[in-house]
């Protein structure tokens, strides 16, 4: 295809999206196919324009189930979190293996049995220091009544966890937290701690910890406060654990 041909092609089927600023709070969008189209539009100096098929449409976040969730600051930290947690991973020379968390790769666990047994599975797999199941979280370290530092983990993921290890996967899985800055909504870096599933079940009952009620983006759950000092820092409860399974 001559380069002439080409443009011509591309000038067929690539027209212009408009983003264009209604009033102070609201956007509208349209598609141009050619320029006297795109003159026929309000367009100001503040309108967003690209060109490209007309299939390459932008969307509203809040009509994507794709991108809606990026718009809650737990969600997006969640993801800086697991990042961070693999870079620091990679200069102790682990080897982690990401899992799928969607339900089609749940039916394997699922269809297992007759019964229903709520489950969860953590963001990785520690390949070479005794296959352990991890899960990255980032989450405000507060202080409860008694001046302890805490982190908040929500009930119903802890008895998921317990039941995958317990019943299916027979692998320990292991709480991987880091402290949340209010400020940038980031992880902090040297703010690791980690906990197993089993040794939060026991401080649970040691604690007596009650559990709280939350609600968060119109869900509603409950939470147990986790005293930090119950967790080990870094990387130290892999070894400690590796170090015991030999």
């Given at each position: 295809?001559g380069?002439k041909?080409?443009?011509?092609?591309l000038?067929e089927?690539m027209?212009?999206h408009?983003?264009?600023?209604?009033?102070?709070n609201?956007?509208k969008?349209?598609?141009a196919?050619d320029?006297?189209?795109?003159?026929?539009?309000?367009i100001?100096?503040?309108?967003?324009?690209?060109?490209?098929?007309?299939?390459?449409r932008?969307?509203l976040v809040k009509d994507s189930s794709?991108?809606?969730r990026?718009s809650?600051?737990s969600?997006?930290?969640?993801?800086l979190a697991q990042?961070?947690f693999?870079k620091?991973a990679l200069k102790k020379?682990?080897i982690?293996?990401e899992?799928n968390q969607d339900?089609e790769?749940?039916?394997a666990y699922?269809?297992a049995?007759?019964e229903?047994?709520?489950?969860?599975?953590?963001?990785?797999?520690l390949?070479?220091?005794?296959?352990?199941?991890?899960?990255?979280?980032c989450?405000?370290?507060i202080?409860?009544?008694?001046?302890?530092?805490c982190?908040e983990?929500?009930?119903?993921?802890?008895?998921?966890?317990l039941?995958?290890w317990?019943?299916f996967?027979k692998?320990?899985?292991?709480?991987?937290v880091?402290d949340?800055?209010?400020?940038n909504?980031?992880?902090?870096e040297?703010?690791l701690?980690?906990i197993?599933v089993e040794?939060m079940?026991?401080?649970?009952?040691?604690?007596?910890?009650k559990?709280?009620?939350r609600?968060?983006?119109?869900?509603?759950y409950?939470?147990y406060q986790?005293?930090?000092d119950?967790?080990?820092?870094?990387?130290?409860?892999?070894s400690?654990?590796?170090?015991?399974?030999k």
């Amino acid at each position: 295809m001559g380069l002439k041909i080409y443009n011509l092609y591309l000038k067929e089927i690539m027209g212009f999206h408009v983003i264009l600023k209604h009033n102070s709070n609201e956007i509208k969008y349209a598609y141009a196919q050619d320029e006297i189209e795109l003159a026929k539009l309000p367009i100001s100096i503040d309108s967003i324009i690209y060109q490209g098929e007309e299939r390459w449409r932008p969307m509203l976040v809040k009509d994507s189930s794709q991108y809606k969730r990026f718009s809650k600051p737990s969600y997006r930290v969640g993801i800086l979190a697991q990042e961070l947690f693999k870079k620091q991973a990679l200069k102790k020379e682990y080897i982690l293996e990401e899992l799928n968390q969607d339900q089609e790769s749940m039916k394997a666990y699922t269809n297992a049995t007759k019964e229903y047994i709520p489950i969860k599975r953590g963001d990785f797999l520690l390949r070479n220091a005794g296959n352990y199941e991890i899960d990255v979280k980032c989450r405000f370290f507060i202080e409860n009544k008694k001046g302890q530092t805490c982190f908040e983990f929500n009930v119903d993921h802890l008895e998921r966890h317990l039941n995958m290890w317990k019943k299916f996967t027979k692998t320990p899985v292991i709480i991987a937290v880091y402290d949340r800055d209010k400020i940038n909504n980031s992880p902090r870096e040297e703010s690791l701690h980690m906990i197993d599933v089993e040794h939060m079940k026991n401080i649970v009952k040691k604690h007596n910890l009650k559990k709280m009620p939350r609600k968060n983006n119109g869900e509603r759950y409950q939470v147990y406060q986790i005293p930090v000092d119950e967790t080990m820092k870094e990387f130290d409860l892999i070894s400690y654990l590796f170090k015991k399974k030999k």
